[in-house]
């Protein structure tokens, strides 16, 4: 008897535990890529400069080489295409290396999930796919900016609507 409330008592300190995640926090997280995460992190408690960042808007990414990349979500604005909009967001990032930094202006179009990086001579390539550039034959540089743009187009495109319109027409 004493074996079976033991194993009874062992079950049950192992399956998981739901809690409600409060509302305030979900609505904070709702538009996170990554809402688990972003939860537990406000959950668990930030720093100043992290809380005040997130409430500004500030994107942070950290490449596999360390290279970090930060977006403003102000950044991010509507462009015309032929005179109407609903189409192309443009957003701007900084980008922090041990060589150096560097700041980019990049053109997307939320349709074809490609995206243009002003000042690369490249043109427009694809986005949606960013694994793509994994196998072998492809451009391996390009994959970083590539699972940031798809980030990027996955969080603005469904906003489109509601991103500042900028007067100007798609280069």
Not at 7 to 33: I, N, R, W, Y
Not at 50 to 64: F, I, M, P, V, Y
Request: net charge neutral; aromatic share 10%; charged share 30%.
């Amino acid at each position: 008897m004493q074996k079976l409330f033991l194993t009874g008592l062992l079950l049950s300190l192992a399956l998981p535990v739901s809690a409600e995640v409060d509302p305030k926090v979900a609505d904070f997280c709702m538009k996170a890529t990554d809402f688990a995460g972003c939860v537990e992190t406000v959950t668990r408690g930030v720093s100043g400069k992290q809380k005040k960042d997130a409430e500004e808007g500030l994107r942070t990414w950290t490449r596999d080489d360390g290279t970090i990349i930060r977006m403003r979500v102000s950044s991010v604005v509507t462009l015309k295409n032929k005179g109407a909009y609903g189409r192309y967001i443009e957003y701007r990032y900084g980008l922090e290396s041990k060589e150096g930094g560097a700041n980019w202006i990049v053109q997307a179009d939320c349709i074809d999930y490609t995206a243009n990086w002003d000042q690369d001579n490249a043109g427009w390539y694809e986005v949606k796919d960013p694994d793509k550039f994994l196998r072998p034959g492809q451009e391996s540089r390009k994959y970083p900016s590539a699972r940031e743009a798809k980030a990027v187009l996955d969080e603005f495109c469904p906003l489109i609507e509601k991103l500042p319109k900028v007067e100007r027409d798609i280069n």
